[in-house]
């Protein structure tokens, strides 16, 4: 990259060139844009409507960045594209821009230093009752996660000023709080750091789903050797941020005392998680939780026969999956998660079939290489996927997420998808028998468990079940449901509205909550896995419920080797969707195995559905530092 043709040069002039082409034809492209007029259509000549955020990428190895959080009012499509509504929803802003609907694309490489000060502009948490989840929860303080990045995860101590790696073990009072605290968050990644999307949102225990659940996430892009092969780089990129926003509007608002306009409420997402929509005079009501890319519903993406382009699909999402499928095209993935592959996993039109196409839970991602077939028109979907298994099945339906048009050009020379084996980081080596054994090889077994969907256990009394739970499961979570409102019933209280009016006008409280034996959800370090650094060891995942629910480890990678205890071929991920229709008494199961060598310090897994681990579904890993190494001669 010393004289200006490097990939990241021919790449800008690329896209500089493919505008002009495209505008030759007459199509007005619209990136990094968002207002555009959906109803610009010129005749028969297709409008791109898909935005993205801006990518800010790493200058001399590193990217330096303000970010903020705050309300964003604006106005968003539900279900019809054709309608919008005005929501307030809390979102990320950079340096001196405001909120948008996603924050910005950090673009870095192996080697890089991030460095990203969050400040918190969110109002004042709102005041609460004795005894009431929104003081537990409190929506409005915050901190931040990058999601997947093998980065440091503790605090620095060495540093003038304190500075936070990717530490998110904050106490119920800790946090980064409302109006105008801030963090110097600081993410060192290692050479090898292996190359793929990766997202950051927050992850403070409590309210991590309200805030994931409107808009804040933004992608972080790892760069590679992959990235550097010429068709690779070629190849325009589009970053697909699928959301989810719980928002009220006028349609609805009635159920949850929710204004239109203002917040969503923890209610809402406890009791709708399962993309079916509110129900609203006992019916669906679709439209307030609708999947948008990038905050626009179902955009147009417009391409030329024989092109190619890579896709980073983001799932941030906080509870449902989405099944992927392109119409007549095949999606050739070279990334699970961040984490790259050397050949492609090849997913063609699965609509007739078996109707399987490329899964992703929430917090999967994935990227994928397309190359555009003949003009016309197809469609991004989502095919109906299974969400709970067994006695209490549930298929999410399907759904249109984005229009792809190929328009004929007959200048246009068609571009080439890179041939395998694509270069893979050895970070990614696969982890041995001999390499376990060698290091530790300890074996852990952490239990996910729904104990509210059990209607023998009387909650109301089940202090003692509770803490019984805790010592003889890894892991444990509440009912999202009929949990929160029996204690709302039995503390006698509402929810309190967070709208703005009523935030802006509140006072500080300081929460008690968790000192109050009346309520007392689970802490997030209740439970501590304890690991000596470099070690490997196995672990098993037990599925108790019937949800298919992605469990998500920070900071670690897993190598997934067994699912429900029968080998598979293995494979690399940071968030593995553990299979459905489990019961206490037959669980399923995943197991992997980590290595934990570059890192000491606290961090957590948890259900990647957010208010799982809000109540509770969430525990700690703490890697201790050990002189000299851990690791014997294997
Ligand atoms: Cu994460």
């Known amino acids: 990259m010393t004289d200006g043709s490097g990939p990241e040069d021919s790449r800008r002039q690329f896209l500089g060139l493919g505008l002009r082409v495209v505008s030759g034809l007459a199509v007005s492209v619209a990136f990094n844009a968002c207002d555009r007029n959906d109803e610009a259509d010129h005749g028969d000549i ?51 821009k405001g909120p948008e609907v996603f924050g910005p694309t950090l673009v870095v490489k192996g080697g890089d230093q991030l460095r990203i000060k969050l400040t918190n502009n969110l109002p004042f948490n709102p005041p609460a009752a004795p005894n009431d989840p929104l003081l537990y929860m409190k929506p409005n303080t915050t901190n931040l996660h990058t999601h997947g990045l093998h980065v440091f995860p503790g605090i620095y101590n060495n540093s003038k000023s304190r500075e936070y790696g990717d530490y998110v073990v904050d106490s119920n009072s800790g946090g980064v709080v409302p109006r105008g605290d801030s963090r110097q968050y600081v993410y060192n990644l290692p050479a090898n750091h292996p190359a793929g999307p990766f997202y950051y949102h927050p992850q403070f225990h409590g309210s991590s789903a309200l805030q994931a659940a409107s808009l804040m996430q933004g992608a972080i892009l790892v760069r590679g050797p992959v990235d550097d092969l010429p068709e690779m780089a070629r190849a325009r990129e589009l970053i697909f941020l699928f959301q989810a926003p719980y928002f009220a509007h006028d349609g ?35 439209d307030a939780q609708p999947v948008l890319i990038n905050g626009v519903r179902q955009p147009t993406i417009v391409m030329r026969s024989g092109e190619v382009q890579r896709w980073r699909f983001i799932n941030t999402q906080i509870f449902n999956r989405l099944n992927l499928n392109l119409d007549s095209h095949i999606l050739h993935q070279f990334t699970q998660d961040g984490w790259g592959t050397a050949t492609y996993q090849e997913f063609p039109d699965a609509r007739q079939n078996g109707g399987e196409g490329l899964v992703l839970s929430a917090g999967n991602r994935s990227s994928v290489i397309i190359k555009a077939g003949k003009p016309g028109t197809y469609l991004l979907r989502t095919l109906p996927v299974k969400i709970a298994d067994g006695l209490e099945k549930v298929l999410l339906p399907g759904d249109v997420l984005a229009k792809l048009v190929v328009v004929d050009d007959r200048k246009f020379i068609a571009q080439t998808i890179p041939d395998t084996p694509l270069p893979v980081s050895d970070f990614l080596k696969p982890i041995s028998d001999q390499e376990l054994a060698g290091s530790g090889g300890r074996k852990r077994i952490i239990v996910l468990n729904i104990t509210g969907n059990t209607e023998s256990i009387n909650l109301q009394d089940s202090q003692s079940y509770w803490e019984k739970l805790v010592a003889t499961a890894g892991s444990l979570a509440s009912d999202t449901e009929r949990f929160v409102r029996r204690k709302l019933t039995q503390a006698d209280h509402e929810i309190t509205p967070t709208s703005e009016k009523n935030v802006t006008n509140a006072t500080y409280v300081k929460p008690a909550a968790l000192s109050n034996d009346n309520y007392n959800l689970q802490l997030s370090n209740s439970i501590i896995q304890y690991v000596p650094q470099n070690s490997v060891e196995e672990w098993t995942i037990f599925n108790c419920n019937s949800i298919c629910r992605p469990f998500h480890i920070h900071v670690n990678p897993m190598y997934v080797t067994k699912v429900n205890g029968t080998s598979i071929s293995p494979y690399w991920c940071d968030t593995v969707t553990l299979p459905g229709g489990g019961t206490p008494e037959m669980p399923t199961s995943v197991t992997f195995r980590m290595r934990f060598d570059d890192f000491s310090g606290p961090y957590i897994m948890h259900s990647q559905m957010l208010q799982d681990s809000d109540l509770g579904m969430v525990s700690r890993v703490s890697i201790l530092p050990t002189q000299g190494g851990f690791k014997t001669a294997g």
């Open 252 to 286: 609805f608002s009635s159920v949850y005392g929710v204004n239109a306009g203002s917040l969503e409420q923890f209610d809402q997402i406890g009791n709708h998680s399962t993309g079916h929509g509110v129900k609203n005079n006992g019916k669906d009501y679709l």
């Open 46 to 96: 297709p409008t791109q409507t898909f935005v993205q955020p801006t990518m800010l990428e790493s200058k001399d190895g590193l990217l330096d960045i303000d970010l903020t959080a705050s309300y964003l009012d604006t106005k968003l499509s539900g279900f019809d594209p054709s309608k919008k509504h005005a929501v307030s929803l809390r979102a990320y802003g950079y340096n001196t």
